[in-house]
């Protein structure tokens, strides 16, 4: 039987976060953020969601 393939987000980080809050800026690293305009691709569940729900003023969000 064939794997199910799960679904992946392409998050791209657009703002930067000199001016934002220690909690933000957290949970940008711990995302795996180097530097601005890079992405990471992360899998689509609730803890990924809940991250992105917390910084989504600095990011873009795609479905890959």
Do not use: C, W, Y
């Not at 998050?11 to 949970?27: D, E, F, H, Q, Y």
């Not at 305009?37 to 910084?55: C, E, H, M, W, Y």
Request: charged residues 25%.
């Amino acid at each position: 039987m064939a794997a199910k393939k799960e679904k992946m987000l392409k998050i791209t980080l657009v703002k930067s976060v000199i001016g934002a809050v220690p909690k933000n800026r957290a949970v940008v690293e711990s995302m795996g953020f180097k530097k601005l305009n890079s992405f990471v691709i992360l899998p689509d569940n609730a803890a990924t969601r809940g991250q992105i729900q917390k910084i989504s003023h600095l990011v873009k969000v795609e479905e890959v």
